[in-house]
């Protein structure tokens, strides 16, 4: 027979979920329309484990360190559920749609594992596991079991800006990755579906999107919704929405159509992530990249002339497969020849079902943290540089909320993605604010702000950053 304090701690977990999110802002998104349809269902979210009936890990498998975080977690929140002797135990995403139920094994105390193609049955996999079923639920190559994701918004957290995926899966098989595997192939959302969610979302508040996808410049593929281009067209057209973003960009499939709606569309933040990964040729072909250096300078040079604002962000992985120090310095050349206003840097570990499992890691882990550091400290030179360059000026910043280390201050990112701190005169959150940058660090700029209270029509100023 429970004890009054397992009674008491059911009663206060009654209809409760916890959940934690590992990996990508896709990550992010299903999480939030996961907990979008609990809610409806009569959950309530709560941010303490320890009050919960059901507990969610969204997990990431791009990287063998974000898995074990999230196996960890799920261990972390079954000895929860043991303490307390009741709840529902879930893992969803990518690891789950990687293992399927040899999460069972693994980890006894889970209940249910849900697959990224299984997230429209989740509520009904939830309702089960109460009953006392355990299920694993990833799908199929034909399912998808996305639609019922992307209904219009049933609630707002407040942030000015808000992720909407354009688009599901990968068709490119990079052969360090394990995307394709685990998020199936690629599936482009009816641009009015797509339009219909962000007027949803700006009707309640939210000035900013980022569009997101595995690979945005191959939106509408095999379709008639037509190319991201026109995609972008048609959301620049959206009354209230101030200023559109999207990641990722691949370069193979980098267009001049699209980088001309950039340049025209005051709308569009002239900041583009184009992730390069290798700056040699011999290992973009062994990567399946489908591009070699030269072009993708190429690229950069011919954005860089169509946009001089433009900021250029990248991602770049070290030590994979037979990578020689004369590969690594071609890579660290690249950083350097391009200077990147910001990168992401990744130490190369074999994923199962990718095409490069088979092959031999043959980078010692200790040389692949060397190239890091080595790469981090030139990263750190060419961003400090040119922040510095930015001292004095005057920059355009979408106010986010508070800064979180400076009583009174204020914090939001520019068209070219810089953060910034700044000391507000009248500004709020959601407000379009000049700030005059008066100090640069590596990852953020510090100023004042100078004038506020514009509408989207300002982000045709030509005002820097």
Request: proline residues 3%; hydrophobic residues 40%.
């Amino acid at each position: 027979m429970p004890s009054q304090e397992s009674k008491r701690s059911y009663e206060k977990s009654a209809r409760k979920v916890f959940i934690r999110t590992f990996g990508c802002q896709m990550n992010v998104y299903d999480s939030g329309k996961l907990a979008e349809r609990l809610v409806a269902a009569g959950w309530e979210v709560t941010s303490n484990p320890s009050d919960a009936k059901l507990w969610v890990v969204n997990s990431c498998s791009v990287r063998e360190k974000a898995e074990h975080k999230a196996i960890s977690e799920l261990g972390r929140l079954a000895s929860i559920k043991r303490k307390k002797g009741f709840g529902i135990l879930a893992l969803v995403g990518c690891v789950a749609q990687q293992h399927g139920s040899l999460i069972f094994e693994h980890q006894p105390d889970c209940d249910l594992v849900v697959g990224t193609r299984a997230y429209a049955r989740f509520i009904d996999l939830v309702s089960g596991a109460e009953s006392g079923e355990k299920v694993a639920d990833i799908g199929d190559e034909s399912e998808l079991g996305i639609e019922g994701l992307h209904p219009k918004p049933l609630f707002w957290d407040g942030k000015v800006s808000a992720f909407v995926p354009i688009m599901r899966g990968c068709n490119n098989f990079c052969s360090y990755c394990i995307v394709p595997f685990v998020r199936a192939s690629e599936v482009s959302r009816a641009p009015d579906e797509v339009i219909e969610e962000i007027e949803a979302l700006v009707a309640l508040g939210v000035k900013e999107v980022m569009l997101l996808g595995q690979n945005v410049n191959s939106y509408g593929l095999g379709t008639d919704h037509g190319d991201f281009a026109d995609l972008l067209e048609r959301l620049c057209a959206i009354d209230g929405l101030l200023r559109i973003r999207f990641t990722t960009s691949h370069p193979k499939d980098f267009s001049d159509k699209l980088l001309d709606s950039m340049a025209e569309n005051a709308k569009v933040s002239k900041h583009l992530h184009l992730p390069f990964q290798s700056g040699s040729n011999k290992i973009l072909e062994l990567m399946n990249r489908g591009y070699t250096r030269e072009k993708y300078l190429s690229m950069v040079t011919k954005a860089r002339e169509k946009i001089p604002e433009l900021a250029l962000s990248a991602d770049v992985m070290v030590g994979f497969c037979t990578e020689s120090e004369d590969d690594f310095m071609q890579s660290l050349d690249l950083i350097k020849t391009v200077k990147f206003d910001g990168l992401f840097t990744f130490r190369y570990t074999p994923r199962p079902l990718s095409r490069a499992h088979n092959l031999p890691d043959d980078v010692p882990e200790r040389e692949k943290i060397r190239r890091l550091q080595i790469i981090h400290s030139a990263q750190n030179e060419i961003q400090l540089e040119k922040n510095r360059e930015l001292v004095g000026k005057t920059v355009e910043v979408l106010v986010e909320g508070c800064d979180l280390k400076h009583s009174g201050w204020l914090s939001g990112r520019t068209g070219q993605n810089r953060l910034v701190h700044f000391i507000p005169s009248s500004a709020k959150a959601r407000d379009v604010v000049r700030v005059r940058v008066e100090r640069a660090a590596i990852h953020h700029l510090e100023g004042v702000e100078v004038a506020c209270g514009f509408n989207g029509e300002d982000f045709k100023s030509k005002a820097v950053g």
